[in-house]
């Protein structure tokens, strides 16, 4: 069936530092939406991409989907605490409301 | 406040016992969705209901039943036949309406952790 694969799991920066998680898809998506999941927490909308080769900005993340529609990336440039988290990308299905979620991206700001 | 409501926040099941989880949302959303997820794991689809007096079975329907007989309510039961329910289970809800060829988001409730006794 449909997979969304994303990596890493996990990701370990220091504070300052860049962040980025990567989706694959064996197959194309009408369109990618990522979540942030904080600790203990339920998931939250970040933003939707649907168009081939979309790049979407909020303050410091950039989101990007990929000129096939099989890729998708998240960066954070110049983490703060406030990012911690585990974020998910959610792959669309044109035949119904269904998403194809990945594993997560756990992002952990060392001490 | 829109929103959706799960209850409770904590179950305990005993053995052989079925249990059921409460979702409601006041969002007049038609879609509503069950996830499981698993510690450090990702979400995994166990039912979803598009419009009310239909749902279809997601990806570990196993062990599971829902009903959706109010549209602002979507009740998933546990069964006895589930055998390692202990997770954590997310309900969703989203309104069907496209929005420049995408989807609407899914809007979550707080979550129900069922554990085992």
Known sequence: GQQVMQIPQYQHVQ????FTTYCNSSTTLSNIQWYKQRPGGHPVFLIQLVKS??????KRLTFQFGEAKKNSSL????TQTTDVGTYFCAGGRDSNYQLIWGAGTKLIIKP | DGGITQSPKYLFRKEGQNVTLSCEQNLNHDAMYWYRQDPGQGLRLIYYSQI???FQKGDIAEGYSVSREKKESFPLTVTS????????YLCASSSPRLT???RQPQ????????SIL
């Open chain 2, 81 to 88: 036949a589930q055998k390692n329910p202990t997770a954590f």
């Open chain 1, 15 to 18: 504070e300052g530092e860049d």
């Open chain 2, 100 to 102: 420049g060829g995408g």
């Open chain 1, 75 to 78: 960066h954070i440039t110049a």
């Open chain 2, 107 to 114: 809007h979550f409730g707080d979550g129900t952790r069922l």
């Open chain 2, 52 to 54: 009310v007096n239909d």
């Open chain 1, 53 to 58: 080769g979309e790049v979407k900005k909020q």
